[in-house]
């Protein structure tokens, strides 16, 4: 079967790029995409003590049609829990303003989340997702990088707060967002 030549803007075709070793195809996955299309963020934090810091983010999802589509990557030296709310009835308090950092460096444009925050007060009610245990305390793949994307990917809720948790008795942590906004096309 003979690949087809795709109409690109501006008229004219071009050609799906082959590598000369396999003769596959070479495509780009939808988060890397995203990348190179300015519209995939990053927010992250750390703590040398997790037990007397614990490492906090949280943020409001676009009151719109764009999706977040969001990875946890979380790490700790010792046991520690990543715990993600969503839409914490008491809300999220304290904390220092965060800027989600684009990952397309030469874009200008600017993530839809808003009210990020970092190191903010433990929320209370809202609905707790699947808890991940890190470090000393791992069972599997869960939230460390490395595994599977589709195995932790979560399409956010529009206009709706979250939080992202990392706790644990002692030891460093380090908590990664990365997501990518989009919007559905039918």
Excluded: C
């Amino acid at each position: 079967m003979a690949l087809q030549k795709k109409k690109i803007e501006g008229g004219g075709s071009r050609a799906p790029i082959i590598d000369p070793s396999t003769h596959y195809a070479i495509v780009l996955d939808s988060e890397h995409h995203e990348v190179h299309d300015g519209a995939a963020y990053k927010l992250g934090a750390r703590s040398s003590d997790i037990s007397a810091t614990p490492v906090h983010l949280s943020f409001t999802t676009p009151d719109s049609a764009v999706r977040v589509h969001l990875v946890a990557d979380a790490y700790a030296v010792d046991a520690a829990t990543l715990t993600i709310t969503e839409a914490p009835t008491g809300g999220v308090t304290g904390g220092t303003a965060a800027t989600p950092i684009n990952r397309r460096r030469d874009s200008s444009n600017t993530s839809g989340v808003t009210g990020a925050l970092s190191g903010a007060t433990a929320p209370t009610g809202g609905t707790a997702f699947p808890v991940e245990d890190l470090g000393a305390a791992a069972s599997g793949p869960g939230g460390i990088p490395g595994s599977p994307r589709d195995a932790r990917e979560w399409v956010l809720k529009p206009d709706t707060l979250y939080s992202f948790r990392l706790t644990g008795a002692s030891g460093i942590g380090n908590l990664t967002l990365r997501w990518y906004e989009h919007s559905d096309k039918d």
